[in-house]
């Protein structure tokens, strides 16, 4: 019988650590379920999209790079994480100056350096021609990316950066949304770091519901 007993406390006391786990983080307080989830466009081999919506002259997104250079390799090979420049009005250039460098093949590489371009060497970053010159530092050919940086390919990237950021609800930056349906922000989670963990909740949580 005291046995028994024991069983049933043990059993309780492990259910009740599930549950604590389980509610980490809350819906409505940790992390947001957005009305209208957005249709995501996956790669072979992918099953679950991480979105991070930044900007080159947001101080915050500077600061949560290195936290973010840690924690991208570390995502499982179904995760398909996207940086999306986020195309608030007067972030346009910055926006399409970022397309430009990813149609070229650059984005990848650069970012850390675009980034240290700006904050570190305070390189202007107001227009195209801004972003050109700070490219160029970095090897990539001016006119070319004056150029691709009003191609049809960017303008198309732009619009889709613009229904992305509408769907999602973005109202600063940094911001996050996992599966096209969670956003996380430095505000829900408790700070910019703080987005990392939630979005690991949220990553593993949509992968246990799929």
Not at 109 to 126: G, L, M, Q, S, Y
Not at 129 to 137: C, Q, R, T, V
């Amino acid at each position: 019988m005291r046995f028994l007993k024991l069983f049933v406390m043990a059993a309780a006391i492990l259910f009740t650590g599930h549950a604590l786990a389980a509610d980490k983080y809350i819906e409505g307080k940790h992390y947001k379920l957005l009305p209208n989830p957005i249709s995501v466009a996956l790669e072979p081999g992918k099953k679950i999209v991480v979105w991070e919506f930044f900007s080159y002259t947001c101080p915050h997104c500077y600061h949560l790079e290195p936290a973010l250079q840690e924690w991208i390799p570390t995502l499982a090979d179904d995760v398909q994480y996207e940086p999306v420049a986020t195309p608030f009005s007067h972030w346009i250039p910055m926006v399409k100056s970022y397309y430009a460098a990813e149609l070229l093949g650059v984005a990848k590489t650069a970012h850390e350096d675009v980034f240290n371009a700006i904050f570190v060497n305070k390189a202007p970053a107001r227009t195209v021609e801004d972003f050109a010159n700070i490219y160029a530092k970095l090897g990539v050919d001016k006119e070319k990316f004056l150029k691709t940086a009003e191609s049809f390919g960017v303008n198309t990237k732009l619009k889709q950066a613009e229904m992305l950021t509408k769907g999602s609800g973005i109202m600063g930056t940094p911001s996050m949304v996992v599966a096209g349906k969670y956003l996380v922000t430095g505000e829900t989670a408790g700070s910019n770091v703080g987005m990392i963990d939630v979005v690991n909740f949220l990553i593993e949580k949509e992968r246990s519901e799929s």
